[in-house]
């Protein structure tokens, strides 16, 4: 080396001797050279010499372009991506560079995809080495300490996977090809509304419906693209308004409904504000860690939609989608209904039992016209002949026939969707508008809805500083003319006569009375639905709109701070239009008027309008900073924290119009005037339906996590959040709520392996995670007190509502989850495997839960709900992807499966009677949460066939005790939901073709089907149920039938015993033919086929397909003819519809 | 630059939480009204419940005042039946209004008791009606407690009050708070003291419109009644004295109109000077209650009281009472003038004051005979002053929640004890003096639910 240097000195020496004036400053320009003509040129240029050992790689491609730039900043700039550094020295008047070769490097590259788009779903792997990172959102990788001669695999679910040398380079962009028809993914990155996750690091659970599943079911509601699709997705509880919760019950009598985030905040707006088709994925976080990250609001797991923002680098496109779906018209004949005749049959006897002797006079029952018949033949103002004249044109006909013709048809629903993104070096974006026109099955309703969303992010310059602004807004109006029903329970009802005029039925009032009231009332007092029908105007509509901001800010290398904001605001409004000429007007006109014959009334004849106007508002905003430093010896830290304030606003008011479209202008009533009413001769006040609501609810939260990733193999991770809000608790120390999470997971098999014949072995990797979420309920900690009316004194009183609760607290959820992550039978053409998913067993306790509690009686305090109650639950998640061919014909199984049992562990209240569970009113410890009790069933007496139950365990038909007595015998059935529940989801794919099915089973549950209610049929208030006629009628039935004969008295309690029994109860276990799908995607270039033709297409892809929802059952555990999901009295099951479409891409 | 934008970032942070109080005390639903003023705790304290048919009631059931008509007997419920019979077995498992209602308006004062001194920026006015709202919560809350005290708690007993079981003393407006039996002592001390408070704070004149509201002779009525109770004859004179110092008015039975069906207004009646009435057990006012023959029989043909308080009862076979000074068919629990010139009639006998015991007997009694047939009394023997002086008691008191507490203390002396009894349904029921079941059995729910010892019985 020594020798060397010195021999080059001479050589420089006398080169210079040449060159009489030597450059002092170099200008070079040279794009696309080799270290080694560097060199060469520099030597040439006179007194700069480079010293380099022989294991230099002088080969290396390299670029130069300087003017007049030194020596060293020229070699410097040279050297850049390569592994060599320099040292610098002069020597005799000559400036002398020694190169010395690193052994590693720490590489940082990109990867995109042949279209310029960046890829942030790929892999890099280093061969032969267990190291392995993911690309970021914008595609970019770093791998440090790389050996020189490494070589990368990159890989993805929708790229062809590709090998490619580092030579040595620092910096260096892989391009890799795109796969179409791609498989069932395996997701690398989840949203969780705060940061992205990275699947392969996760500790949390998660399960996430992507763009590509989201597709597949064509149906404007959220429910129609959730149901069966997520793994841990349960259905939902009555009072949950989205119909689905996340692993089963973690609450009584706050909201079950889980936590929606749009993008990046909370959204508490309808989902049917949220088009679809702006989505990119749909993520459901369902454990501690997972959920966690939204602290209190996260007790019924989190479902976060994410928007369509665009990419960088790519090319704009037009995408549109367009779909028409036909909806079967409703069969009402499912609804097991009394039959015309069976109910004439049940009226003749109860007149034969002179029930209606004390109503067939009275003004205000509205006594059925079979009633009116049968009791004229009985007091002989009919002949019998007559009589079952009229008798017979009754029973032959059905009003659901009625009902069918004029109020129900088969529905056409249209979608159109039109967006376009696309995205620059320093911008990207997305703009979309969609429109969807619902006419509804129901005759005269409608639903249209017009959405924009529009998503522009934009990084000037230089790539610290990103700005994103964002917004969404939905025009929705309905129309709601039509309930489907009429109020009137008798079944031959007749709502048209031969020429469709409408016709009157016997609704509030007596007929006979109304015929005559003509005469001594101001109005018609007639009810005819199809008039009602026709005259409704019932308007409903909303605006909803918010604009979100995001400014993100690399404030170093290692540190970047983000400031979120979004603004919300919306009206709905109601409004309801009473003509004139309809009932509601007629009826309060004439309840109302004074005097004798036609007189006076206060109410005057004309329109009522009632309207209801909401305003809503919100803000957020957010503050967080995010700590990633150098990672050392494979290890990477990960801190991240932030702050967030809301305040969400809602003010409203109802009004009732009088006088509307009058020509006088609004009256205005006397709200307080004690006015007497006809005919029932009783004293009100004319309704006033003012009503006023103000709302406000505030929230602040900080919130921090740390992850700390070890070698790719291990990764443990904390999270800590605490939340206030202005609901709970007084004392502002007890506001707080403190939410915390820990998990860690461990890759048991990383796949790649220094031996190649086991590169595509398994990956195994387990994960745990413990923590505790919150649940915030409406209820307020303050003394909260009501107006009541004067005291006997005539002064003001008020009375206490609801006690001040200084200890009341979140209601807090503890998830322990251990899951496992898998793949096997991987190879190069199926990267994540031929069977994969993730299984997660789950064990929760929710405590401090809010419930109805007994106190004792000295607290003076009645009525009471405490954080008293506690719910234990455990379950099985299960996705299971398998890719059974994937030859020409590629078949895939995906397996949804899901567990979710629970029970009460710590419930105070307990009521003194059976029905208090019953009902569904009180919980019992040791039962699930979804407990279906009913009434032991001791079948039916043989002598008269009435309902017969068990007291003190004696045979009884002592109803009252067997309902509310303390010894009455109660039967514990299970749960009314499903504990075990999933799907199965089968994919097809040859060529251009795709064909897809999807079945659902839900097991392990219980229904109170509905039956006979003879009270409700005497008052003329059900019409009746097809059990009748298999009702008890001699000794010996109660072999066969458990359906109690017709009662000789009537006797609400001997109903309510029967309807509440065990013998009603019934499994509900179904398997259901959810779907079915069939596409064909045209992507031109794609086949040999389209590149013989000459003319090219105006768009770069198209799928055209074809979807059928709601197919029906396949099989069911009831033999009763009944769909487990419309099992409640009046329900329809779901009507199936074809759906046809196309997706254009242009 | 990168550092300030952090460190603006992390004030930024620190400020809003700072702030965070004040904007998280916003109320969530402005409908929800949380009480913010004087007026507001006076509306609270102004509410029925804790003057209406609110005091226990059950003591009357167990008097025997009255009997029932033998055609209803076996038709009551199991709660009439065992409480008229001291069987009190029959109604312990149910959910005891008599119990649970006197402690709703021991909420409602606590409430008030707890919530004014929370308020702030009060003017002079305020401060007054602070007072009076304030006082008249201690003051319902002592008449509550009371009544409850002498209904489940054990009776004063000279010597062992401090050891005796009385009932649970709910002080503070937290329904969580449990607590249990205190003493019969504390109990009563207790009361006493937030009697003398209240009454240095309740507004000295008759609360003339509005007798819901207590008044400062209301509150020394009551001292004077506790202390009574308590056996203590001296202080109870002194309070009397200083009620009736304050106001005497007696109501001239001559001025009412006896043949209505409540010959008293049920707002207006001048001897009343606080107004509340017992929980409405239906015995009680029952048509076919009858007034005991023998008490309706001790009644002068020229005592008004005879057609004032009673009316023949339509079935013919007894008298209804109707002299309810609650002026509907409720027992009247409130404090009265009478009541007061009756205690310190007693006092003044106990203390050997024979003369100035007749004087208020005659005071009172002038205003219930007929106009000009009332004789002043001349009676001299202590025993005798004594028993004429507490047979004046119960024809004037009796119908009165008060009564139950008179029987309670009375048999303990022998002198003045009685032993009850009763035929219900052919069968014979006895309560001897002393007996335990002059205590009622504290309802199940409290006992289960708050873990306090029950009655023997």
């Known amino acids: ?1146 | 630059m990168k550092y300030i934008t952090s460190l603006v970032f992390c004030c930024l942070t620190v400020l809003s939480l700072l702030s965070c109080r004040k904007y998280l005390d916003k109320q969530p639903d402005a409908s929800l009204q949380v009480p913010g003023s004087v007026a507001d705790y006076r509306a609270i304290l102004d509410q029925d419940v804790n003057t209406a048919q609110c005091t226990p009631g059950l003591g009357p059931m167990g008097t025997t005042d009255y009997w029932v008509d033998p055609s209803v007997q076996s038709g009551l419920s199991a709660l009439s039946l065992g409480a008229s019979t001291w069987q009190p077995d029959l109604y312990q498992g149910n959910t005891l209004s008599s119990w649970s209602n006197p402690y709703t308006a021991i909420y409602n004062c606590n409430v008030v008791l707890d919530g004014l001194p929370q308020l702030t920026g009060l003017d002079n006015a305020d401060k007054t009606e602070y007072n009076a709202v304030y006082g008249g919560a201690l003051f319902i809350r002592a008449l509550q407690l009371f009544y409850l005290e002498e209904t489940f708690g054990q009776p004063w007993r000279p010597g062992t009050a401090a050891v005796d079981a009385g009932i649970p003393l709910r002080l503070s407006a937290d329904p969580l708070k449990t607590t249990p039996r205190s003493s019969v002592q504390a109990v009563f001390g207790q009361i006493a003291a937030d009697l003398s408070h209240a009454a240095g704070l309740l507004p000295v004149a008759v609360q003339v419109s509005n007798r819901n509201r207590p008044c400062r002779s209301a509150a020394y009525g009551l001292l004077a009644r506790i202390w009574l109770t308590q056996q203590d004859y001296l202080q109870a004179k002194r309070y009397a004295d200083s009620s009736l110092l304050l106001y005497d008015s007696l109501v001239d039975y001559n001025t009412i109109d006896s043949t209505t069906a409540h010959p008293f207004p049920t707002a207006g009646n001048a001897e009343v000077l606080f107004q509340c009435s017992a929980f409405n057990y239906p015995l009680q006012y029952a048509k076919t209650t009858m007034v005991d023959t023998t008490l309706f029989n001790s009644y002068a043909p020229d005592d008004l009281r005879k057609v004032v308080f009673f009316q023949r009862a339509s079935s013919g076979s007894g008298m209804n009472f109707k002299g309810d000074y609650t002026g509907l068919f409720y027992l009247f629990s409130g404090i009265a003038v009478d009541d007061i010139y009756l205690i310190r009639a007693e006092c003044k006998v106990r203390s050997g004051d024979i003369a100035g015991a007749m004087s208020d007997l005659d005071t009172l009694l002038a205003r219930r005979w007929r106009k000009g047939t009332f004789r002043p009394l001349t009676v001299l023997d202590p025993v005798e002053a004594l028993q004429l002086v507490l047979t004046e008691r119960r024809k004037e008191t009796l119908f009165r929640e008060g009564r139950w507490s008179d029987l309670r203390r009375l048999n303990q002396n022998p002198a003045t004890a009685d032993t009850l009894s009763r035929v219900m349904q052919g069968v014979p029921y006895t309560l001897k003096p002393g007996d335990v079941h002059y205590t009622w059995l504290i309802p199940m729910q409290e006992i289960t639910l708050g873990g306090i010892t029950q009655n023997p019985g």
């Not at chain 1, 709520?737 to 997971?745: H, I, K, L, R, Y």
């Not at chain 1, 000295?858 to 719910?871: E, L, P």
């Not at chain 1, 003819?1121 to 891409?1145: C, V």
Request: charged share 20%; proline share 5%.
């Open chain 1, 1 to 1146: 080396m020594q020798r060397r240097l010195l021999l080059s000195a001479i050589v420089f020496y006398l080169a210079c001797e040449a060159y009489a004036q030597p450059a002092t400053r170099i200008t070079l320009h040279l794009p696309r050279t080799t270290l080694e003509r560097f060199i060469d040129t520099i030597q040439k240029m006179g007194r700069f010499k480079f010293n380099y050992p022989e294991n230099v790689n002088l080969y290396r491609e390299i670029s130069i372009w300087v003017d007049s730039a030194t020596f060293r900043e020229t070699a410097q700039l040279a050297l850049k991506d390569l592994s060599i550094t320099a040292g610098f020295f002069t020597f005799e008047g000559n400036e002398v560079a020694v190169l010395t070769p690193i052994p590693v490097l720490d590489l940082k590259g990109r990867v995109l995809d042949d279209r310029g788009q960046s890829v942030d779903d790929a892999e890099v792997h280093v061969k032969n080495a267990q190291v392995f990172t993911a690309t970021d959102r914008h595609g970019f990788f770093r791998i440090n300490h790389l050996p020189d001669s490494a070589i990368l695999e990159v890989s993805g679910p929708n790229i062809v996977p590709l090998e490619q040398g580092a030579w040595g380079r620092k910096t260096f962009v892989i391009i890799v090809k795109r796969r179409f028809n791609s498989l069932p993914g395996f997701t690398l990155a989840y949203n969780d509304g705060y940061q992205r996750i990275k699947a392969v690091s996760a500790t949390g659970s998660y399960s996430m419906e992507d763009q590509a599943d989201l597709d597949r079911v064509v149906g404007r509601n959220l429910a129609d693209h959730l149901n069966g699709q997520l793994s841990g997705l349960t259905p939902g509880s009555p009072g949950n308004s989205l119909g689905f919760g996340i692993r089963g019950h973690n609450t009584l009598l706050s909201s079950g409904t889980p936590l929606l985030v749009w993008d990046n905040f909370a959204y508490a707006g309808r989902t049917d504000d949220v088009n679809i088709y702006d989505l990119q994925s749909i993520t459901a976080l369902k454990d501690a860690v997972a959920a966690g990250v939204w602290g209190a609001y996260s007790g019924n797991g989190v479902i976060v939609f994410t928007s369509r923002e665009g990419r960088y680098n790519q090319k704009p496109s037009i995408t549109l989608t367009m779909n028409t779906t036909i909806t079967e018209k409703p069969n009402l004949f499912y609804q097991p209904r009394m039959s015309s005749s069976s109910y004439i049959a049940a009226d003749s006897i109860l007149v034969r039992h002179d029930y209606y002797n004390d109503h067939i006079h009275d003004p205000v029952f509205a006594i059925n016209p079979a009633v009116d018949v049968l009791w004229k033949e009985q007091n002989g103002l009919l002949t019998a002949a007559d009589a079952n004249t009229q008798l017979l044109g009754m029973a032959h006909h059905n009003i659901l026939s009625d009902l069918s013709r004029y109020y129900y048809r088969a529905a056409v629903n249209q979608q159109v969707h039109l967006s376009t993104e696309g995205g620059g070096a320093d911008s990207k974006y997305y703009l979309s508008i969609g429109y969807d026109r619902d006419p509804t099955a129901l005759v005269r309703n409608r639903y249209q809805r017009v959405t924009l969303h529009e998503a522009y992010t934009v990084r000037p310059g230089s790539s610290n500083l990103e700005i994103s602004l964002s917004g969404n807004l939905a025009v929705v109006n309905t129309r709601d003319n039509n309930e489907g029903n009429v109020p009137v329970a008798y079944p031959f009802a007749s709502l048209a006569g031969p020429s469709g005029q409408p016709l009157p039925v016997s609704y509030m009032y007596n007929p006979a009375f109304v015929d005559t009231a003509q005469n001594s009332y101001p109005l018609d007092w007639h009810y005819r639905p199809l008039q009602e029908l026709a005259l409704a105007d019932i308007r409903r509509g909303r605006v909803d709109g918010h604009l979100q901001a995001l400014v993100k800010y690399q404030l170093r290398k290692d540190l970047s701070a983000e400031a979120l904001g979004r603004w919300m605001k919306g009206h709905s409004y109601l409004s309801n239009l009473y003509n004139k000429s309809g009932f509601f007007v007629r009826n309060l006109v004439n309840t109302y008027s004074q005097g004798p014959a036609g007189g006076f009334s206060p109410i005057p004849d004309s329109d009522i309008l009632m309207t209801a106007d909401t305003n809503y508002t919100a803000y957020n905003l957010r503050g967080q900073l995010h700590f990633h430093p150098a990672t050392k010896g494979g290890n990477q830290w990960n801190l991240f924290a932030g702050a967030e304030i809301d305040d969400a606003g809602a003010a409203g008011e109802t009004r009732l119009i009088y006088g509307h479209n009058n020509a006088v202008g609004n009256t205005p009533m006397d709200p307080q005037h004690l006015y007497p009413t006809r005919p029932d001769g009783g004293e009100a006040k004319i309704p006033t339906d003012d009503e006023f609501l103000n709302l406000i609810n505030r929230s602040i939260s900080v919130y921090s996590n740390v992850s700390y990733n070890w070698h790719q193999s291990y990764t443990f991770y904390s999270a800590f959040r605490m939340d206030a809000s202005n609901v709970a608790g007084v004392p502002n120390s007890e506001r707080w709520g403190p939410f915390w999470s820990v998990g860690a997971s461990h890759n048991l098999l990383t796949g790649s392996d220094r031996d190649s014949t086991k590169r595509w072995g398994p990956l195994l990797k387990v994960r745990a995670s413990f923590g505790c979420n919150g649940n915030t309920s409406n209820r307020t900690a303050y003394l909260v007190t009501q107006p009541l009316v004067d005291n006997a004194y005539n002064v003001r009183q008020i009375g206490i509502l609801s006690p001040p609760d200084p200890s009341l607290g979140w209601e807090k959820t503890y998830i322990f989850n251990a899951g496992l992550d898998f793949a096997f039978f991987r190879d190069s053409a199926s990267r994540h495997g031929r069977i994969f998913g993730s299984l997660d067993l789950y064990q929760r306790w929710s405590v401090n839960l809010l419930s109805n509690d007994s106190l004792t009686p000295s607290a003076g305090v009645t009525f009471y709900q405490g954080n008293t109650a506690a719910i234990t639950g455990n379950g099985i998640d299960l996705s299971l992807t398998s890719i059974n061919t994937l030859q020409k014909l590629k078949w895939t199984s995906t397996l949804v499966f899901s567990v979710s049992r629970d029970w009460i562990s710590r419930y105070r209240f307990q009521p003194v009677s059976p029905s208090g569970y019953v009902s569904g009113e009180y919980l019992q410890r040791g039962k699930p949460s979804t407990a279906l009790f009913s009434y032991q069933w001791a079948g039916l007496d043989p002598l008269d066939g009435s309902p017969r139950g068990y007291f003190r365990g004696q045979v009884s038909k002592d109803y009252p005790s067997l309902m509310s007595g303390p010894g009455a015998g109660l039967s514990y059935n299970g749960s009314w939901q499903p504990v075990v529940f999933g799907s199965v989801l089968n994919t097809f794919c040859l060529g251009r073709f795709s064909l897809s099915a999807r079945v659902l089973f839900k097991t392990g549950y219980y229904f109170r089907r509905p039956s006979i209610d003879y009270n409700a049929l005497g008052m003329g208030i059900s019409p009746g149920h097809r059990d009748y006629d298999r009702r008890w009628q001699a000794p010996g039935d109660e072999q066969w039938t458990s359906v109690p004969s017709f009662p000789v008295t009537m006797d609400p309690n001997r109903d309510l015993f029967y309807l509440n029994s065990s013998a009603l109860v019934t499994r509900a276990d179904q398997l259901r033919w959810q779907d079915c799908s069939f596409s064909y995607e045209w992507t031109p270039g794609m086949s040999a086929f389209a590149k013989k033709k000459a003319a090219p297409l105006p768009f770069k892809k198209a799928v055209f397909y074809i979807y059928v929802n709601n197919i029906g059952l396949l099989w069911k555990a009831n033999r009763y003819g009944i769909d487990p999901d419309a099992a409640g009295d009046g329900d329809l099951p779901a009507a199936r519809a074809y759906s046809m479409g196309a997706r254009i891409t242009f």
